[in-house]
């Protein structure tokens, strides 16, 4: 005897089926659009005005205008398989997981980075892991590198209420992000992980020795010829 769905669970698989679809397409389509316009602000610059009743400090930088040291440095502190991954480093993660479970950021990919601040929200769940997923794996089919690195660098918090390369530049050095020096953007990258507690404009020893590692390791890895697909 053959198995028959009820009509109420078939309206409900057919709904579940149409909404599924719809999320996909719109979320595509989005990602789609976000390859050539700026996003004006982030889920995660909003949440933060939302909570502290200011504004948030945000300037966009194409590119081109931020300095080379900057991206360098921060594919060297944050992911230096950045050029070769399509959005995720199990090895690392693997590798995250069996020596902290607690180090998420460890594991996370520039683009997994990006999504999770671009378009979600602070917490964990297996929904909001499953979200990350699914826009890190839009970004890296629908946009090129160099617009992944370029979203991030104008969105990433380096300090409280300071977001992307040039606000933090204008804060911290009085200069613009397409003038940093490797001084300043190794320190700028030190303190990605934590800068609520962690100051590019008044590094710790901590923070100053972390950039020294990251510079080093900028040259272990060739210089800015590593990002020579930009």
């Known amino acids: 005897m053959k198995f028959m769905l009820s009509r109420p669970l078939k309206r409900a698989a057919r709904l579940g089926f149409w909404l599924g679809a719809t999320f996909c397409v719109s979320t595509a389509l989005l990602v789609l659009a976000l390859r050539w316009i700026d996003p004006p602000s982030s889920a995660v610059i909003f949440a933060w005005e939302l909570q502290s009743g ?3 400090h945000h300037q ?3 590119l081109e205008r931020i300095s080379p040291n900057l991206q360098m440095a921060v594919v060297a502190a944050e992911d230096q398989k ?3 991954h399509f959005g995720f480093d199990f090895a690392s993660m693997q590798k995250a997981l069996s020596e902290d479970r607690r180090r998420v950021r460890g594991a996370s990919t520039i683009t997994q980075q990006t999504a999770k601040n671009l378009f979600l929200w602070h917490g964990r769940s297996y929904v909001r892991k499953g979200l990350e997923a699914w826009f890190t794996l839009l970004m890296e089919v629908l946009w090129p590198k160099e617009r992944i690195l370029e979203v991030y660098l104008n969105i990433a918090e380096f300090g409280e209420g300071i977001y992307g390369a040039q606000a933090a530049s204008k804060n911290f050095y009085g200069t613009s992000a397409q003038y940093l020096n ?3 953007a190794g320190r700028m990258a030190a303190v990605l992980p934590n800068p609520k507690r962690m100051s590019a404009k008044y590094p710790s020893s901590y923070v100053r020795s972390r950039a020294a590692t990251i510079n080093r390791q900028v040259r272990q890895l060739g210089g800015y010829g590593y990002l020579s697909w930009l």
């Open 82 to 84: 950045f050029p070769q």
């Open 54 to 56: 200011r504004e948030a």
């Open 182 to 184: 490797r001084w300043q």
């Open 60 to 62: 966009w930088r194409p």
